[in-house]
């Protein structure tokens, strides 16, 4: 099946490269090894060669697009289905308009890599998948797919429901000792958009270079916040991190919150729903006032 | 894993520990209420250090974590009751922005009764004092705060 | 040579912290990185600890001094850089190359960095040998022979049940006596050297490099990267740093310096609002040009010693090797604005 996926999805980039109805298709070519895909920046016909369509190609592409803001002309770009509520996110921040990108839809059987101890699983971030299949596209190269396990949403969720206050504090806080502040969770995201990051603008001292526990910890409980009621659940973040940080724990906690709270949400799907912190009902809950 | 907060010399000194607790409080309903409980002359601890804003959607939750980090042990939001809000609908987006940031530092690990937010109008003095009180001494008994709080 | 068995190791580097603070690759999980070991904590040593021992003479973040500052008086206290006499225990012969480039660095060229000196006249060196190579190594092509490890006053090897080490200095035969009462003599053996998967060819390199600043080359190549820090923060040779003051209340404050990386934006941001690297494809040369043509240029060595985490733990797979053989590949002829050239 991939394959033909990936013979369709040639014939489609070659033509749209050749009739010059985009004049950038962005998607995937095999990396260093065989079970490493890297994003792939096709200019030309000929480009269209490396592309490859399989079960590798955890990337998300939809992060690229804030890179190509300015960009004269029209964009194609493979989606799978995180990738595709991604661009969805996109479009509602204002980043681009509809009209500059064009999608190409890739249904998504559940991504495969190599682990830590050099054995081949499943990709975590694809535990839970309630989206397989794109969300929008205008044109589809695969046959649509059934999410595998959707029950699996929050179940990152499910050893932390019974700490107590301090055991929270303590392996939250030692896991976050860890962190570098590389900010790879933060390029990756397409819920991240700002055109000028706070933690990246120094000058304003919002949060100082160094590295300790309570610098790392509201770097991490910000931007869990900031994404909050956008975050479109890809696993971009927790994959990108060099140091294997449990970044998807609080986008699933905020996600499972509002919820519970505003009732069912998930971001990036519909494109006309307004995110739940962007809006408000006169009934909404009052827990602690 | 703890981490050694260098705490400065001069709270050492200090003898017992009062905490300290930073109000966010709006100007129009809970900043006068405050106002009122001063002129009204109902006693509250002169812990709880109020910083004005124009509306409690004004406060974004990153204050919040900046106040723990300089050294508050507590930290309450103040608005308008709902449907009074000066500016129509700001307190709205505070009510839905407060409940999920009080759940996330639930979370982590943070006290829920560090963080609070109230609904004080600009005529209940005594209502801001009451919980000014109370909020004090809930922290009181928890003690200092050194979750997200400044290495030095 | 002295060896002893694996269930043992705990109670040497409990024997050896007695005197000494121990830094090894202390498992946290998903990550290992060199910390001070107490009992208790598990040593990764299967594979190369994922921050890199540079972390050890080199921090993250590293207080310089403390000020107080009156109306008419300034005062300086100065960070003690080391409190012990330091064991490193398990670097591997990358990291110990990445340390001599690094002494190149810190140490050379008229300006000694002290906090870097203290720490590094203050350690034992322990390097462990590789058993097995992981995929991303390419350590072989930057001139390491990854069984071997000069620099360092004990080599260490396991053959999965036994450790083995060597002393070759008089400080590591001092340390080895220190255990002598835990130890055995014992032949262990190394498994054989395999071939590395990696390859990379910088023979020429960086005289080619001189010439291609404004290669189209550059044009394309850095599409994919997506400006984060951590090849830089995971890369053994990378220095960088910033320094940043922190007031405090009346008049104190103290100084730090911390790890900066040259793919953030504002790296090269000056005071007046230009930026000479605006984009990520000024960011993404300068990189690559830095460890493959200007260090070498400057100190006579490649800035890479093929430890390969900037290869497996890039997000998008920016691939140093890839580059090097392409850029090896380039028509040199083939330029745009030659007539500008730098």
Redesign the interface.
Known sequence: MMNKMTDKAKEVARELLEKQEVDLVIGWER???ED??????M?KPEDVERLVINEYIV?SLA??ML?YKTHGGKIAIFVKGCDSRGIVRLIQDKQFTREKVYLIGVPCSGMKEVN?N?EMVDSPKCDGCTHPNPVIYDVIIGEEVQPKNPENRFKVLED?LNKV???????????Y??C?????C???CPACNCREC?F???SQE?I???????EN??YS??R??HI??RCVECG?CE??C????PIMK?NK??AK??ED??GPYEAGVDIEQNS???????D?????? | ???EHKIPEREKQQGEWTPKIVGFCCNWCSYAGADLAGTSRFQYPSNLRIIRVPCSGRVN??MV??AF?KGADGVLVAGCH??DCHYA?GN??A???M?????????????PERF????ISGSEGQKFAENAIKLSEEIKALGPNR?????R | MKSINKQKLADVLTQWSKGYAVMAPVD????A?FKKWEEGKEVQLD?NS??PAKNIFFP??EELYDYKAGKDSLELAEAIPIKDEMIVFGIRPCDLMSLEILDDLFLTRGYIDTYYKAKRDNAVIVSYLCGEP???CFCESMGIDYQKAEGADITMCFDGENFGFIAQTEKGENLLKEIDLLTEERDVKLSEKQELK?KADTEGLAEKLALMFEHPYWD?AY??C?????C???CPTCHCF?I?S?NRACGTGFK?R????CM???YTLMAGGHNPRPT?KERFRNRFLHKLQQFPERYGKTACVGCGRC?S?C?????I??IISQLKEVDINDQQGMDRVG
Not at chain 1, 242 to 245: A, E, I
Not at chain 1, 276 to 282: A, C, Q
Not at chain 2, 99 to 111: M, N, P, S, T
Not at chain 2, 116 to 119: G, H, M
Request: proline share 5%; hydrophobic share 35%; charged share 30%.
């Open positions: 990396g260093t090894f490493k895909t890297a994003p792939l920046f200019k990337n992060t690229y890179h830590e050099d932390d206050v301090e055991e929270r504090w303590s392996s939250w806080a030692s896991e000792n860890k570098i502040r590389c900010y790879a933060q390029r990756i706070i990246v603008d120094q919002w100082e270079r160094r590295v300790d526990e309570t910890g509201t409980l910000i869990a916040y909050a009621g971009e994959r990108s060099p140091v294997g940080l609080l906690r905020i919150d509002i709270l505003f739940p912190l962007g809006d408000f009902k006169y909404d809950p009052e827990e602690f006032m | 894993m703890s981490v939750p990153h974590i900046r980090q709902p449907g609908t709205y987006y009510r839905r922005r409940l999920v940031f009080k759940r996330l530092l639930e979370y982590v690990g943070i006290e609070q937010a109230r609904w979750k997200l709080r400044d290495v | 946290e999980g998903s990550a990185s594979k994922t921050i993250q973040t992981c995929r991303t990696l394309s599409e994919k997506i400006g984060c820090g951590a830089t923060y995971l910033d940043n922190h730090t911390c790890w900066d990386s953030f934006p504002d990520r290869i733990k997000p998008v797979n920016v691939d090797v890839a």
